[in-house]
């Protein structure tokens, strides 16, 4: 104990005389962007929080394992975590990026979502809905393939999702502030 009481008065000691001498006094409260991610397994998903960083700021809220963002435009939450799901459709690649909208989805579409791609989630309680993809911009055109058909403007379909992912077809509401499309 009496250990590290003196440790504890050293970095005090050292603290002091570093203001003294005028030099800049450390912040201990602020960490760098790098040391949100720098424990990550997934080099991806790492890389791809230090982008989002630069764009939205650093996460408002953050665990070892994933930073998550507040609203942005119409999405009420950005998140990415520290995973690299693979997945085959429409073609391959790694999902650790999700986007949440608010909206209620009747309960008749939610098997159908279903059908169509594993990265549409509904949850019927908040009521949210996400898309995990690999980028916010596939997030995106996988939110605004959600919205089209619960607002009755296209079928749910595995064709039709795919045409819009395939083919980089964004809604219009979405700002493309990663510059992704």
């Not at 209620?104 to 159908?112: A, R």
């Not at 898309?131 to 619960?150: I, K, Q």
Request: glycine share 8%; net charge neutral; proline share 5%.
């Amino acid at each position: 104990m009496f250990d590290l009481m003196s440790k504890g008065l050293q970095a005090y000691k050292e603290e002091m005389d570093a203001q003294a001498r005028g030099d800049k006094p450390k912040d201990y409260r602020r960490p760098t962007r790098s040391m949100y991610v720098d424990h990550w397994r997934h080099k991806e998903p790492a890389e791809y929080a230090l982008k989002m960083m630069k764009v939205f700021g650093r996460p408002h809220y953050s665990t070892h394992e994933m930073g998550g963002w507040k609203e942005d435009g119409d999405v009420a939450k950005m998140v990415v975590k520290d995973e690299f799901l693979a997945h085959g459709f429409p073609k391959l690649h790694h999902d650790f990026v999700y986007s949440y909208i608010n909206l209620h989805v009747p309960v008749e579409f939610v098997g159908q979502f279903a059908e169509v791609t594993e990265s549409i989630v509904i949850d019927r309680l908040v009521p949210y809905v996400y898309a995990r993809c690999g980028s916010l911009f596939a997030n995106a055109t996988t939110l605004g393939f959600v919205l089209d058909v619960v607002q009755g403007k296209v079928k749910p379909s595995k064709k039709e999702y795919s045409r819009r992912i395939l083919g980089g077809v964004i809604p219009d509401w979405y700002e493309d502030r990663m510059n992704e499309g």
